[in-house]
């Protein structure tokens, strides 16, 4: 008896952390208006930008994967995966295409 009153307590901690993450990871990041929204991390900085690319600076990127809170983030935000290709990760809103590019330490966020 002991054991399962643990664990629904155990459960009910998960899912309200869990819960209490998602409804406040919005606050670590901002969104490109010009990129239709994109996310990007309040901790990455500007390193150079064009009229259809920004480049960031971002400790956390390690270059293989995109970082699971930043994944929760664009998500939340209503854009799709639809394409994986090596260091470069293809995001789909709408009609609106984004491709993010991943390097050690890096992103650079794309118009398409």
């Known amino acids: 008896m002991k054991r399962l009153v643990l664990l629904i307590v155990a ?5 309200g952390v869990g ?12 969104e490109l208006q010009k990129f239709y929204d994109f996310p990007v991390p309040n901790s990455a900085t500007l390193e150079s930008e064009n009229q259809n690319a920004k480049n960031y600076i971002w400790e956390p990127s390690t270059g293989t994967d995109v970082p699971l809170t930043y994944q929760l983030m ?6 799709k995966q639809v394409e994986i290709d090596g260091h ?10 984004i491709q993010l590019v991943l390097a050690p330490d890096y992103i650079g966020i794309l118009k398409e």
């Open 11 to 15: 459960l009910a901690l998960l899912v």
């Open 74 to 79: 664009i998500k939340k935000s209503g854009w």
């Open 19 to 30: 819960s209490f993450y998602y409804a406040n990871v919005d606050k670590n990041y901002f």
């Open 88 to 97: 470069s990760v293809i995001y789909k809103k709408g009609d609106e295409f």
